[in-house]
């Protein structure tokens, strides 16, 4: 609502059960309108709508509820709704917005079209995701869609303006609006509750013809009274339902019995591998549905949780601790376990959303995955060709890398696939990796711009090419080299300067030889892998941030233990000793190839430098934190031959120089970098993060110089990269606390 004004004149609800009455109620506490109209049927619920005080008004007729009003709602049976479209239509007002409340709905836009001979723009149609086990007018609950979704399926030509009007009337009444188109709401509703009810219902009348029925509902555990609960729901509504959604149904009933007959099967045949890898996906599909798979089920980015970071400014960090692992090392270790022949064991594996994603991604191509389980996977691999073609695209989430090197294994692959992700990825550029690989013999097809989705077509052969990489970077030359595994001869790629070699290393660890010279790296297609035991090290880039906080924050000293330090990773530790920081490396060893040390880091004070190209591509993810450390520093800190940080997550220069600018800190910004004078007094202020996880956490570092409360907005994707990362900053001494979701 705007300025606390009504959003709608007169409403009526046609249909006083459960949801039209609890609408009803919504509408008139939270004051959306000046006058809620009721129509029913049934006399004695209208009478005892206005008597409780749901609805102000009981017509005599619909025709009597629809006259004059400016929002019509539907609260009818599904097989009712073309009748009483039929009543509606001479009395509803030009201006009038008409929406519904029902479960599918190609069923009612088919019979708007067939009552109004098109389906005007002001008709949205609607479907809130809430119910309950009561119904009639006396179990109407205002409180009945807080929390909840509503999905609304507007028509291409429908009206913005009513469109954002019903959506505010809707959030108004607590709910999380979506919108969808018509057909795919019918499918995803087919799936994720019309079928599990129709389960329920045949599950409790089988059960219930069994001899031993009393004993079988006598000694049910609550699992399954939890499961068939929602067989108490209304028969005749679902009998209307399955009828009226009749082929998305029948389509997930197929599918369904197809993939009980195959459980069936590996039952009867003690086929163990099949039910551990079912089993296991669909534990960990169930787990991650609600935060990893948007754009299914009811989940989509809109409905994401913002979370927000408020810093106090000051103070010092101590202790000893231990980051997350190191996310490169952890997509790679799931993708080439999967491929290898044998069972690799898998310790320190990131359970950040990215690696999540890559770690569902290859359940849903048939791979059997154990865990994770505090860090602790195992993965069954299938070889080098066991892959299966996935039922749906392939969604990554937050993930570049992920998309990058995906982009590369799959397109050697015999079958079709399709690779998405959240918004912020839908908006990053995948041509520097298609290109290349369509030169290998590939068809990828991309969005505009060469942006996401990625659609593969499966059974192309690929030939291996040499390629000049224009811009250094370990996410393309790794999609080639994975490619170049399925491809016939030699696939060499040649780096402008060096980059993480994670891919190159775990290659060799799984014993495919990967030759090497000076720049140039190579693979001979056909070889396999083998399973191995992988330890992931803790992500230099998440140590990144306590480097420099324990740097900046003056009588700091803090410990960083079993630190990943490759050599194409350890930029910043030289970038930051170039400015005069204080870290001693301690207990260094390998472990798995990589090698690991220990970080002893106190506070220094800092000097302005020119920061050495060759060390850029070594720290590339690390430099929105190394900005803050330059602030703080004494002296001109320039960066050169950067560009590759305006394609990450966000343009990572531009939107360091705006952040800093709203705390008061002016920079100068050039086309490869950036140009920052130290002493410059951080003060207090709000920054948008634009959903970067780095740039949210290397603004909480800077709250330790900060002169005043800095706030972060956008900071839900922290959790790609860095879970507990708000817990362990508190831990060591930074002032934050986090709102809108649990860290």
Same mark, same amino acid.
């Given at each position: 609502?705007?300025?606390?004004?009504?959003?709608?004149?007169?409403?009526?609800?046609?249909?006083?059960?459960?949801?039209?009455?609890?609408?009803?109620?919504?509408?008139?506490?939270?004051?959306?309108?000046?006058?809620?109209?009721?129509?029913?049927?049934?006399?004695?619920?209208?009478?005892l709508?206005?008597?409780l005080?749901?609805?102000?008004?009981?017509?005599?007729?619909?025709?009597?509820?629809?006259?004059?009003?400016?929002?019509?709602?539907?609260?009818?049976?599904?097989?009712?709704?073309?009748?009483?479209?039929?009543?509606?239509?001479?009395?509803?007002?030009?201006?009038?917005?008409?929406?519904?409340?029902?479960? +599918?709905?190609?069923?009612?836009?088919?019979?708007?079209?067939?009552?109004?001979?098109?389906?005007?723009?002001?008709?949205?149609?609607?479907?809130?995701?809430?119910?309950?086990?009561?119904?009639?007018?006396?179990?109407?609950?205002?409180?009945?869609?807080?929390?909840?979704?509503?999905?609304?399926t507007?028509?291409?030509?429908?009206?913005?303006?009513?469109?954002?009007?019903?959506?505010?009337?809707?959030?108004?009444?607590?709910?999380?609006?979506?919108?969808?188109?018509?057909?795919?709401?019918?499918?995803?509703?087919?799936a994720?509750?019309h079928?599990?009810?129709?389960?329920?219902?045949?599950?409790?009348?089988?059960?219930?013809?069994?001899?031993?029925?009393?004993?079988?509902?006598?000694?049910?555990?609550?699992?399954?009274?939890?499961?068939?609960?929602?067989?108490?729901?209304?028969?005749?509504?679902?009998?209307?339902?399955?009828?009226?959604?009749?082929?998305?149904?029948?389509?997930?009933?197929?599918?369904?019995?197809?993939?009980?007959?195959?459980?069936?099967?590996?039952?009867?045949?003690?086929?163990?591998?099949?039910?551990? $890898?079912?089993?296991s996906?669909?534990?960990?599909?169930?787990e991650?549905?609600?935060k990893?798979?948007?754009?299914?089920?009811?989940?989509?980015?809109?409905?994401?949780?913002?979370?927000?970071?408020?810093?106090?400014?000051?103070? $010092?960090?101590?202790?000893?601790? $231990?980051?997350?692992?190191?996310?490169?090392?952890?997509?790679?270790?799931?993708?080439?376990?999967?491929?290898?022949?044998?069972?690799?064991?898998?310790?320190?594996?990131?359970?950040g959303?990215?690696?999540?994603?890559t770690?569902?991604?290859?359940?849903?191509?048939?791979?059997t995955?154990?865990?994770?389980?505090?860090?602790?996977?195992r993965?069954?691999?299938v070889g080098?060709?066991?892959?299966?073609?996935?039922?749906?695209?392939?969604?990554?989430?937050?993930?570049?890398?992920?998309?990058?090197?995906?982009?590369?294994?799959?397109?050697?692959?015999?079958?079709?696939?399709?690779?998405?992700?959240?918004?912020?990825?839908?908006?990053?550029?995948?041509? $520097?990796?298609?290109?290349?690989?369509?030169?290998?013999?590939?068809?990828?097809?991309?969005?505009?711009?060469?942006?996401?989705?990625?659609?593969?077509?499966?059974?192309?052969?690929?030939?291996?090419?040499?390629?000049?990489?224009?811009?250094?970077?370990?996410?393309?030359?790794?999609?080639?080299?994975?490619?170049?595994?399925?491809?016939?001869?030699?696939?060499?790629?040649?780096?402008?300067?060096? +980059?993480?070699?994670?891919?190159?290393?775990m290659?060799?660890?799984?014993?495919?030889?990967?030759h090497?010279?000076?720049?140039?790296?190579?693979?001979?297609?056909?070889?396999?892998?083998?399973?191995?035991?992988?330890?992931?090290?803790?992500?230099?880039?998440?140590?990144?941030?306590?480097l420099?906080?324990?740097?900046?924050?003056?009588?700091?000293?803090?410990?960083?233990?079993?630190?990943?330090?490759?050599?194409?990773?350890?930029?910043?530790?030289?970038?930051?000793?170039?400015?005069?920081?204080?870290?001693?490396?301690?207990?260094?060893?390998?472990?798995?190839?990589?090698?690991?040390?220990d970080?002893?880091?106190?506070?220094?004070?800092?000097?302005?430098?020119d920061?050495?190209?060759?060390?850029?591509?070594?720290?590339?993810?690390?430099?929105?934190?190394?900005f803050?450390?330059?602030?703080?520093a004494?002296?001109?800190?320039?960066?050169?031959?950067?560009?590759?940080?305006?394609?990450?997550?966000?343009d990572?220069?531009?939107?360091?120089?705006?952040?800093?600018?709203?705390?008061?800190?002016?920079?100068?910004?050039?086309?490869?970098?950036?140009?920052?004078?130290?002493?410059?007094?951080?003060?207090g202020g709000?920054?948008?993060?634009?959903?970067?996880?780095?740039?949210?956490?290397?603004?909480?570092?800077?709250?330790?110089?900060?002169s005043?409360?800095?706030?972060?907005?956008?900071?839900?994707?922290?959790?790609?990269?860095f879970?507990?990362?708000?817990?362990?900053?508190?831990? +060591?001494?930074?002032?934050?606390?986090a709102?809108?979701?649990?860290?």
């Amino acid at each position: 609502m705007s300025g606390g004004q009504p959003l709608f004149q007169r409403v009526a609800i046609i249909g006083l059960g459960l949801i039209g009455g609890s609408l009803a109620r919504a509408i008139r506490e939270n004051a959306l309108a000046v006058t809620v109209v009721g129509a029913d049927k049934r006399a004695d619920e209208l009478a005892l709508g206005v008597e409780l005080g749901i609805i102000d008004e009981a017509a005599g007729s619909v025709a009597e509820a629809v006259a004059g009003s400016d929002l019509v709602v539907l609260a009818v049976p599904v097989k009712a709704t073309r009748a009483v479209l039929e009543e509606i239509r001479p009395h509803l007002g030009n201006s009038a917005v008409l929406t519904d409340v029902g479960s +599918t709905k190609t069923s009612f836009v088919a019979d708007v079209v067939q009552v109004f001979g098109e389906l005007p723009a002001k008709v949205i149609p609607g479907h809130p995701i809430a119910g309950s086990e009561k119904s009639g007018i006396r179990a109407a609950n205002p409180k009945l869609f807080a929390g909840h979704k509503v999905i609304l399926t507007p028509a291409d030509n429908v009206s913005q303006a009513d469109l954002e009007k019903l959506q505010a009337l809707w959030e108004s009444c607590g709910a999380t609006v979506l919108t969808m188109s018509v057909a795919y709401h019918d499918e995803v509703l087919a799936a994720t509750s019309h079928l599990p009810h129709l389960i329920a219902f045949s599950l409790v009348d089988t059960l219930a013809g069994e001899d031993e029925n009393l004993d079988i509902f006598r000694y049910a555990a609550g699992g399954f009274r939890d499961f068939t609960r929602i067989a108490a729901s209304d028969p005749v509504m679902w009998h209307d339902i399955f009828l009226s959604n009749r082929d998305a149904v029948l389509r997930v009933i197929d599918h369904f019995t197809y993939d009980l007959d195959q459980l069936r099967t590996a039952i009867a045949d003690q086929d163990s591998a099949t039910l551990l $890898r079912v089993f296991s996906r669909a534990k960990a599909a169930r787990e991650h549905f609600s935060k990893m798979l948007s754009g299914q089920a009811y989940v989509t980015n809109n409905s994401q949780k913002q979370v927000t970071f408020r810093l106090q400014p000051g103070g $010092r960090v101590s202790g000893k601790i $231990r980051v997350p692992g190191d996310k490169s090392i952890s997509h790679r270790s799931i993708m080439l376990g999967a491929l290898a022949d044998g069972i690799t064991e898998v310790k320190g594996f990131l359970e950040g959303e990215d690696s999540l994603a890559t770690l569902q991604a290859f359940r849903d191509m048939g791979v059997t995955i154990e865990g994770p389980d505090n860090g602790f996977v195992r993965i069954h691999g299938v070889g080098i060709d066991g892959l299966q073609a996935p039922r749906g695209p392939l969604y990554l989430g937050n993930s570049g890398t992920a998309m990058r090197l995906f982009s590369g294994l799959l397109a050697a692959q015999s079958f079709d696939s399709e690779l998405t992700g959240d918004e912020s990825l839908s908006k990053r550029p995948m041509g $520097r990796v298609a290109d290349p690989l369509r030169a290998m013999g590939a068809v990828i097809d991309t969005a505009e711009g060469g942006r996401p989705p990625l659609k593969i077509r499966g059974g192309h052969r690929l030939t291996g090419i040499h390629y000049d990489m224009p811009v250094a970077s370990a996410q393309v030359k790794s999609c080639l080299l994975l490619a170049g595994l399925y491809a016939e001869g030699v696939t060499s790629v040649t780096e402008p300067a060096p +980059t993480r070699d994670h891919t190159e290393r775990m290659l060799e660890g799984f014993g495919y030889h990967v030759h090497r010279d000076m720049a140039t790296a190579s693979v001979t297609g056909g070889g396999r892998l083998t399973a191995s035991a992988i330890d992931v090290p803790a992500d230099i880039s998440s140590a990144a941030f306590f480097l420099v906080a324990a740097s900046i924050a003056p009588g700091s000293e803090l410990t960083i233990h079993h630190v990943g330090m490759n050599p194409t990773r350890v930029g910043v530790i030289n970038i930051l000793r170039l400015m005069g920081a204080n870290i001693e490396v301690l207990e260094e060893r390998v472990i798995g190839g990589e090698p690991v040390a220990d970080l002893l880091v106190r506070s220094a004070d800092l000097k302005g430098i020119d920061i050495p190209e060759d060390q850029v591509p070594l720290a590339i993810d690390e430099f929105p934190v190394l900005f803050i450390a330059a602030v703080c520093a004494e002296g001109r800190t320039v960066l050169r031959g950067a560009e590759e940080l305006r394609v990450k997550e966000s343009d990572r220069i531009q939107v360091m120089a705006d952040g800093l600018l709203a705390l008061g800190v002016e920079t100068t910004v050039t086309p490869d970098g950036i140009i920052i004078e130290g002493g410059q007094t951080l003060g207090g202020g709000t920054v948008d993060s634009h959903g970067d996880h780095r740039i949210a956490m290397a603004f909480s570092v800077a709250s330790l110089r900060a002169s005043g409360d800095i706030e972060v907005t956008d900071c839900a994707n922290v959790a790609t990269s860095f879970p507990g990362f708000v817990e362990l900053a508190r831990r +060591t001494g930074i002032h934050i606390s986090a709102q809108g979701a649990e860290q």
